[in-house]
């Protein structure tokens, strides 16, 4: 039991230095530096054994991954690729109701901190005179902003998540895309369900760009594609086995090249504040992992665990949901989770959804989540009446994971 109530007090440090507004970067280092201290490994262990991580090929991998994300996501942004896509959506000829579900959605491919809040304006603008209440409008810019968390080798989460179990990123990818489907569909019914399509949006204005637009051609759904193919482009090449690091080198090279992005923009994203972050956070991450295992917490927590006499399987279904909900953030639950759950068995695909699916819900249903309290405050509603209604779907969602991992096991 010891052993647990000191993973409990490290718990508590996360939630504590989050709350405070800490850098999750900082937030894991400190959490490393107190789980080293407290399961007795020396401060000169300590400090090696964190520089060790810095420099090791996984952790080189991970962080040069990401960093690569972030210069995609910003080469699409600053070239304007990515208000060319939503602009392109208003201008498509389909069901409001698709209307409504793809803007969240095609501006979730880019997995940036906040994100829903570039999209809320949008969701906003598609249901200028629509009978949809303002908790609606935060549920479907919410809910659907968050669709490719599961399937979509762009987050961090799903690398994290790789790295950790041994699991191969594409295997995770096809075990996973389920539950986009799923989470898309229980969205839908969920929002439009009180309401008849002829009741719904019968005028969509676009919203007008700040500045010009660069369209590919005058057919909306060319522009679309033209302005989504790095994203397609990555996702492709990694189902196709291309570890992620080629594959968004081959896909950022051939963007960088096709917009004549300048050395000097590069250079400022690099050095940009929230890289810096992505790098640390990275570090703290993994080095929280190595620390598990190189002062031996690893095995006394499984044991306490087991000696409480709680299936395994629920342990790594519910231990994910917990650090998920308190912490709001799909990197600190994957960090903090996985090398705990992973220890305790023989990683497989089956496990990792398990534990990953159950992992973001618990993130989606958080009261902390930067992109629930951003739309909220965007659409000024009351929080708890925006809050409610993602529990039903989400916990649905988790149910399933448990369910199916049951019956495929």
């Not at 107190?34 to 399961?39: A, K, N």
């Not at 031996?296 to 665990?305: E, H, K, L, R, T």
Request: aromatic share 12%.
């Amino acid at each position: 039991m010891f052993p647990l109530l000191k993973v409990l007090a490290i718990f508590l440090i996360i939630i504590i230095m989050l709350r405070r507004k800490f850098s999750l970067g900082v937030t894991m280092l400190v959490s490393t530096s107190v789980l080293g201290f407290l399961f007795g490994l020396g401060w000169l262990p300590l400090i090696r054994q964190v520089g060790l991580t810095l420099v090791s090929p996984s952790t080189v991998e991970l962080i040069a991954a990401l960093v690569l994300i972030m210069i995609l996501e910003s080469v699409m942004r600053q070239t304007l690729m990515l208000r060319a896509m939503t602009d392109s959506l208003f201008k498509l000829p389909w069901n409001p109701r698709v209307l409504l579900i793809s803007i969240p959605a095609i501006v979730g491919f880019l997995p940036s901190a906040g994100g829903a809040r570039f999209s809320a304006p949008l969701v906003a603008a598609a249901t200028s005179g629509s009978p949809y209440r303002s908790e609606d409008k935060v549920f479907i810019n919410f809910w659907f902003r968050h669709i490719w968390e599961y399937s979509l080798p762009l987050y961090p989460g799903l690398l994290l998540a790789s790295h950790f179990s041994g699991i191969p990123l594409s295997t995770i990818l096809i075990w996973q895309w389920p539950f986009t489907v799923l989470w898309l569909l229980l969205g839908y019914w969920y929002v439009f369900r009180r309401y008849k399509k002829e009741d719904t949006v019968e005028k969509i204005k676009a919203a007008k760009p700040d500045r010009p637009i660069p369209q590919e051609g005058a057919n909306p759904l060319k522009s679309l594609v033209a302005n989504t193919w790095p994203l397609w482009a990555t996702v492709m090449l990694v189902l196709g086995r291309v570890p992620i690091v080629p594959a968004l080198s081959v896909v950022l090279g051939l963007l960088i090249f096709q917009k004549r992005y300048s050395p000097k923009a590069i250079y400022r994203t690099l050095t940009d504040r929230l890289t810096i972050q992505i790098v640390f956070l990275t570090w703290g991450t993994m080095a929280f992992k190595d620390v598990l295992e190189v002062s031996g917490a690893i095995p006394q927590v499984s044991g306490a665990i087991s000696s409480l006499g709680i299936p395994t399987d629920i342990i790594i279904f519910l231990l994910p949901l917990m650090i998920g909900l308190l912490t709001g953030l799909v990197q600190a639950c994957i960090g903090v989770a996985f090398p705990l759950v992973m220890s305790m068995i023989e990683p497989t695909a089956g496990y990792v959804m398990l534990a990953y699916v159950s992992g973001v819900v618990g993130v989606m249903l958080s009261p902390v989540h930067l992109c629930l309290i951003l739309t909220v405050e965007y659409f000024k509603t009351d929080f708890m009446r925006s809050y409610k209604p993602l529990l039903l779907p989400g916990m649905t969602v988790a149910a399933v994971s448990l369910a199916a991992f049951e019956l495929l096991k």
